[in-house]
């Protein structure tokens, strides 16, 4: 099922090659052309952690509605076997999996031109997590960022925290994935999939690609109310975050209320003008214009003006994309028929691989 409303996304790829020595690695900029690129199978995943914040959509899911028209076959999945890694209140997580699926297709995620699932809906997701964790050290997962990080605010971690990684190789494996939008913190993961895709392939004969990274140009959203940190859905200053559902008075007065400096021209400078380039950074990503054009159009605006401007301009961008939100959240069952439909499709590409792969370990 279509859509009812159509989004016009102004940034479409061009995927540019790069090697390092774990494989390889693509930059995504801003196309100049509508040169087609080789088939292939993309698959990225997102936790069910509630509706989406304005970075959520700039970084990741406006790139997403993009590689819909760039690749043959393309997956999302709602990953909620992750999202336990942390305690979860089991309604709150069936609410929060609906409001994620909501969002996704609000801004433009199509089931006809995608595959949208919910991972735990696919049982061969944890039974190749457990055989690739088999082949996987446990000093190649201590090392990696999510384990360091998020067992340390912890002063412990589950289980499940610690193989995390795994189950996320597990995810991209699956579908013999060969590229993964991803950001940059997640390149190191990224990489443990490729080397286990590597030592099954030595172990048991060449069976899995090594899937590519694929890397959005667009700036990183930062808090409004600490620039020096990225916004975030856990920040506890409710004046720091622009969600997708917020309405236009809440948007006015988040970033009216964002921190700047004393200097009251217009500029980009992250270094020195971290909170004012924050907002130049955002106007230029909902309007479809380089920061420099925008920085022009702030010409003899002080930094006050500057945020009316700022706060429009998001107001435009995400309007749409909240009614539509709410037109979907009051429609539970089209929700879980999509969902339940969209794990059918993913099931259908999954259990002919596990097949293959329960063979080739000595299953049967």
């Known amino acids: 099922m279509a859509l009812s409303m159509r989004f016009n996304v102004k940034s479409v790829f061009r995927f540019v090659y790069k090697s390092n020595s774990h494989g390889r690695l693509f930059k995504a900029g801003k196309a100049t052309g509508t040169t087609s690129l080789p088939k292939a199978q993309v698959f990225s995943g997102i936790q069910p952690t509630g509706v989406p914040h304005l ?15 760039k690749y043959s076959t393309v997956m999302y999945s709602i ?10 209140d089991p309604q709150m997580l069936r609410d929060n999996i609906q409001d994620m699926a909501a969002s996704l297709l609000a801004c ?3 089931p006809t031109r995608s595959i949208l699932f919910q991972q735990s809906q696919v049982s061969e997701h944890a039974e190749l997590s457990w055989i690739l964790g088999c082949l996987t050290s446990m000093p ?20 499940g925290l610690y193989t995390y990684p795994v189950l996320q190789a597990a995810d991209i494996l699956l579908y013999k994935s060969t590229h993964v939008p991803v950001g940059e913190d997640q390149i ?11 030592i099954f392939n030595n172990q048991y004969g060449e069976f899995f690609p090594e899937p590519r990274a694929l890397l959005s140009d667009t700036r990183k959203v930062k808090s409004l109310r600490d620039p020096s940190s990225k916004m975030s859905k856990s920040d506890p200053q409710k004046l720091a975050t622009v969600f997708l559902t917020d309405t236009p008075d809440d948007i006015v007065l988040k970033i009216r209320r964002a921190v700047t400096d004393f200097t009251s021209e217009v500029t980009y400078e992250p270094e020195s003008r971290p909170g004012v380039s924050n907002l130049v950074s955002m106007h230029a990503a909902v309007s479809g214009q380089s920061v420099e054009e925008v920085v022009r159009l702030a010409e003899g605006m002080d930094t006050g003006q500057y945020k009316n401007v700022v706060a429009e301009a998001i107001v435009q961008k995400l309007q749409p994309i909240r009614l539509e939100i709410q037109r979907l959240r009051a429609d539970r069952g089209y929700l879980e028929s999509l969902l339940a439909k969209g794990a059918e499709k ?15 370990v000595g299953f049967y």
């Open 55 to 69: 970075g959520n959509y700039l970084g990741a899911l406006e790139s997403w509605v993009a590689l819909q028209d």
């Open 79 to 88: 990953v909620d076997l992750h999202s336990i890694t942390q305690p979860q």
């Open 108 to 110: 433009g995620i199509d």
């Open 140 to 159: 190649r997962l201590r090392h990696l960022p999510q384990w360091k990080m998020k067992s340390k605010q912890k002063n412990e971690g589950s289980v």
């Open 188 to 198: 190191q993961h990224l990489e443990l999939a490729q080397d286990l895709a590597r």
């Open 346 to 360: 993913a099931c259908s590409l999954a259990a002919p691989v596990m097949t293959e792969v329960r063979k080739l």
